[in-house]
């Protein structure tokens, strides 16, 4: 006989769970007690339930597997909501479990009572409410094998008080299994035809499953075919961007001749990645619902062949099988399209190089300096705004999983993100990168690093402004400033309250001593970069926008 919070915890072990990141709640006090007894499962102590649940969602982008969070009912819910939403976008495994009343009290709007289901199923895989204790396994089983299968993404249990308190009989489930789509020997000659005939083709990798096996497969894949791969939207680490091949990201702000690739390639091969958004600059580099392009669509989920872009050939396989298909995929006779594949790793070159901005701080020449200063296997993460425009165009990821950022464009997400690579490996060298405005969203993640001493840095480019819709807001209403401008704390102050390294760059010749420094501490470090807000993107200035707009 256990209480229902100790069969769930069972639950977890049986599935591999190694952490649990949490902000406790009473709602959930027996899955805690469950938690105690736990010598497999680390728990987590978080500060606020947005920063629980996006430290889960980089775990579950880490490691492939479920990332668990545990969090209360009502406000705590939704503070939470911001790393389900990323997890859903980013096609990322995720389990939040979410204590509630007990059923003796639902549906009187009880203390801080909510309705799950309704609340969640519109951007969550799946959605549920356990409320017998017996039940437990089977929930826990169901949500595993759902937040895996297919497209991955993020799961919903609500965990009534009462019914996690009692006591009962339940029979443990086994750890999930998954089946796998695969490409058939049709699939696999009719994309073979489609490379012979073609002079113009481009490979784009990105999207759910990937791993540094596969990262290898389709690099030599590339290179036998002297193929161009460029990486979707912020999944630039599936690739080594050293490599010949590599061609640059599709996404905001691309080089224009990867953008001129895109829109002129003959046969689009495209794995893993969903086409969203942000890669095709806004839906404008293939057409709707006809691409111009020759299109194979691999994807693990048949839901997303065809969801946007109707395939010539859409491949249901998942990117781990349908990379190793590709070592017996026969190469073409002759590659004419090499001279392109050289131009454009010859134009990426170029695009990397750093090029001056505005002020005494030049933001590119420090990412590039860290980007030089990081080991083989060391990550990089960073939330949303102008800033990560910076950071993904001199940034050179060596290999997966060195990048964690999201697709989703969320601000706030580098910090927890950090802290949950930093907790994975600890062996692992870790660099997040943060504007002024991201950075005080989940800010307060940083006395969780230092909690569990974990000696992650911390690079804030503080321009006082939120940037990007600064930069939006002159585009459209020129000298019409409302809502962005930023007062900040002394950042580097900040962090020493904390218990942290903090400096302040004011030049660029001072930071690779700041960030030698910051290594060393071994300790959470914030280095704080005065930006000149003139300095607003990689390619035009504040003033430039602002000028561009008046006509």
């Avoid at 599936?238 to 001129?260: Q, S």
């Avoid at 470090?525 to 807000?533: K, V, Y």
């Avoid at 430039?544 to 008046?550: D, G």
Wanted: glycine share 8%.
């Amino acid at each position: 006989m256990r209480h229902g919070g100790k069969i769930l915890i069972d639950q977890l072990e049986t599935q591999g769970t190694r952490a649990a990141f949490t902000v406790p709640g009473e709602s959930f006090l027996a899955a805690l007690d469950g938690l105690h007894d736990s010598n497999r499962i680390r728990t987590v102590i978080c500060r606020q339930e947005g920063g629980a649940a996006i430290m889960a969602e980089a775990w579950g982008k880490m490691t492939g597997e479920p990332g668990i969070c545990f969090v209360t009912r009502g406000p705590g819910a939704a503070n939470a909501m911001s790393g389900l939403h990323i997890a859903q976008q980013d096609s990322t495994p995720m389990i939040m479990f979410l204590g509630l009343p007990g059923e003796r009290h639902e549906d009187r709007e009880a203390f801080q009572e909510i309705e799950t289901k309704q609340l969640f199923s519109s951007f969550v895989k799946w959605a549920a409410v356990i409320r017998s204790t017996s039940r437990i396994p089977e929930y826990v089983s169901r949500a595993f094998h759902v937040a895996k299968n297919g497209r991955p993404g993020p799961v919903v249990l609500g965990l009534p008080e009462d019914m996690l308190s009692a006591v009962g009989e339940a029979m443990d489930s086994k750890p999930a299994q998954f089946a796998g789509p695969a490409p058939s020997k049709a699939d696999m000659e009719a994309l073979s035809a489609a490379l012979a005939k073609a002079k113009r083709p481009l490979m784009i990798v990105g999207g759910p499953g990937w791993s540094r096996t596969i990262q290898k497969q389709v690099e030599t894949f590339a290179e036998r075919f002297d193929l161009p791969v460029a990486a979707a939207f912020r999944f630039q680490d599936y690739i080594d961007n050293r490599h010949r091949c590599y061609v640059g990201h599709a996404g905001i702000g691309p080089d224009a001749k990867l953008a001129a690739a895109l829109k002129d390639a003959d046969v689009l091969l495209v794995v893993g990645a969903r086409l969203g958004e942000m890669t095709t600059s806004g839906y404008t580099m293939i057409d709707i619902p006809n691409p111009q392009q020759f299109l194979v669509h691999v994807h693990p989920s048949g839901d997303e062949l065809g969801s946007v872009y109707r395939p010539d050939l859409p491949i249901n396989a998942s990117a781990a099988v349908f990379a190793a298909a590709l070592a017996d995929l026969p190469k073409p006779a002759s590659t004419p399209w090499s001279a392109h594949r050289a131009e454009l790793r010859e134009a990426f070159e170029a695009f990397v190089k750093p090029v001056a901005t505005p002020g005494p701080v030049q933001f590119a020449e420090v990412v590039q300096t860290v980007s030089d200063l990081m080991p083989e296997h060391g990550v990089v993460t960073n939330g949303a705004g102008n800033y990560a425009a910076f950071v993904h165009r001199y940034t050179a990821y060596k290999g997966y999983r060195s990048q964690l950022a999201p697709t989703s464009g969320s601000m706030g997400y580098g910090l927890p993100a950090a802290i949950a690579a930093k907790l994975e490996d600890p062996t692992r060298t870790v660099v997040n990168y943060a504007g002024d405005g991201c950075f005080l969203m989940t800010g307060q993640e940083l006395a969780t690093a230092v909690q569990y001493g974990l000696n992650i840095i911390t690079i804030i480019a503080n321009n006082g402004m939120y940037g990007t819709i600064r930069m939006h807001q002159e585009k459209h209403y020129p000298e019409r400033v409302v809502g962005t401008t930023l007062v900040n704390p002394d950042f580097a102050a900040y962090a020493r309250s904390f218990g942290a390294h903090g400096e302040t760059v004011e030049r660029t010749a001072d930071f690779k001593a700041a960030f030698e420094r910051a290594l060393a501490a071994n300790k959470p470090a914030i280095i704080e970069l005065t930006i000149d807000p003139e300095a607003l993107t990689p390619k035009q200035t504040l003033s430039q926008i602002r000028k561009a707009a008046k006509g």
